[in-house]
């Protein structure tokens, strides 16, 4: 029987991206739909549970993505709403990449390091990616903090990361040198999540910083998110930091998109959101 994958997108076009990514993780056909709005989710679930029973419910699967994250989570509510019982289907939300990057991110860096009990710091966090990440370091046990040009944008990221997650991060409002080296004083991890093209950190802050253990960034275009590192470093030591840019985050997430793929058609009753997928990143070793 074939694995068959029903990808849900609400932009126009579905995503390529994870289509393909759907094809090397082993689904044998994947339907792509784009413009698929909230309220559409129901009817096209229930197409994937309702044509295969027992046994074979395992070999369909729904992927739920989008560039609009708000979007992709209210879908994965509509979609696990539709189930009951024991008809359903395994699912997986990672809109814009968010679950995946974050986790890739973090497993990478608690794989390098002990970091429980210490100074964690999301510089530009106020993003899905930046949430995630923060969150899953509150869960590996960080004093974390998160931080916006604003604080008032960092201070609703934090509340929207305990009613969601059920963690505490503490919101910074970091604007330039002085305020990032403040941010940083103290801190064992920097993970640096704002736009591409922008640097958040000079290079004399990090080198320079006594308690700096790890250093991530998930930005691959330049100036980088941290000056004088390398997109392509994969837990390179350097001034007497482990560092890792997005090239090197990025391979771990792709193992992850791919591993969470294949697992959907292990079982039918997977539901692949944020937590799960940092667990699947964690096993796989960062």
């Given at each position: 029987?074939?694995?068959?994958?029903?990808?849900?997108?609400?932009?126009?076009?579905?995503?390529?991206?994870?289509?393909?990514?759907?094809?090397?993780?082993?689904?044998?056909?994947?339907?792509?739909?784009?413009?698929v709005a909230v309220e559409d989710v129901r009817d096209l679930v229930y197409g994937a549970m309702f044509t295969r029973g027992g046994e074979a419910l395992k070999n369909s699967a729904?992927?739920?993505?989008?560039?609009?994250?708000?979007t992709g989570e209210a879908m994965l509510k509509a979609a696990t709403e539709a189930f009951f019982g024991p008809v359903r289907v395994s699912v997986m939300m990672d809109s814009n990449g968010c679950?995946?990057?974050?986790?890739?991110?973090?497993?990478?860096?608690?794989?390098?390091?002990?970091?429980?009990?210490?100074?964690?710091?999301?510089?530009?966090?106020?993003?899905?990616?930046?949430?995630?990440?923060?969150?899953?370091?509150?869960?590996?046990?960080?004093q974390t903090f998160l931080t916006s040009r604003r604080l008032e944008r960092a201070q609703k990221a934090t509340e929207q990361i305990k009613e969601r997650f059920g963690v505490e991060v503490t919101p910074l409002a970091v604007s330039d040198e002085a305020t990032t080296a403040q941010a940083l004083e103290?801190?064992?991890?920097?993970?640096?999540?704002?736009?591409?093209?922008?640097?958040?950190?000079?290079?004399?802050?990090?080198?320079?910083?006594?308690?700096?253990q790890v250093l991530a960034d998930v930005n691959a275009v330049p100036p980088l998110g941290i000056e004088g590192i390398k997109p392509h470093w994969d837990g390179k030591e350097k001034h007497g930091k482990i560092i890792f840019?997005?090239?090197?985050?990025?391979?771990?997430?792709?193992k992850v998109h791919r591993a969470c793929v294949a697992r959907l058609f292990e079982s039918n009753e997977l539901v692949l959101d944020a937590e799960a997928i940092f667990a699947i990143a964690k096993e796989m070793g960062g």
């Open positions: 029987m074939k694995k068959l994958l029903l990808q849900l997108d609400s932009d126009k076009h579905p995503s390529v991206f994870d289509t393909i990514t759907a094809y090397d993780a082993g689904a044998d056909h994947v339907m792509a739909l784009g413009n729904v992927f739920i993505g989008g560039s609009d994250v708000a679950n995946t990057t974050a986790a890739a991110a973090v497993a990478k860096i608690v794989g390098a390091a002990e970091v429980k009990g210490k100074k964690a710091v999301v510089l530009a966090g106020t993003g899905p990616v930046g949430m995630r990440a923060a969150a899953f370091l509150a869960k590996e046990g960080c103290g801190a064992a991890v920097v993970l640096t999540t704002g736009k591409e093209g922008v640097q958040l950190v000079a290079e004399a802050q990090w080198v320079e910083n006594p308690t700096l840019g997005a090239l090197g985050i990025g391979g771990l997430k792709m």
